[in-house]
């Protein structure tokens, strides 16, 4: 029975890594992109850790799943903090040197 409830996890998981997916190409902007990839992997990550400890139920992989989702939560937003800032950063660096020909395309 456990079995059948832990698939039932894993397709779900999938199946919102499937969402995610769509909405990452569905999105034009940059930073709704980055919205999609942190918060909805992360709640796919957590539904596949959610059964591998049902599937398991081992206290070593509760453990070692515990760590796996705190190191995803405390280093997914600082991930995308970093990607923003980058972008930014691309952003001001690319206005600042525009050559002359570029500037006439506009």
Known sequence: ?????????????????????????????????????TKVSSFAILLLLIAINLLFLKISVVIQTLIVFHVLIFLSPVAAHVIAKISKLLKQYEEEHKTPHEEEEK
């Open 1 to 37: 029975m456990i079995e059948y409830i832990t698939g039932i996890i894993v397709l779900l998981s999938a199946l919102v890594v499937l969402i995610s997916s769509i909405g990452i190409v569905s999105f034009k902007n940059l930073y709704a992109r980055m919205h999609v990839v």
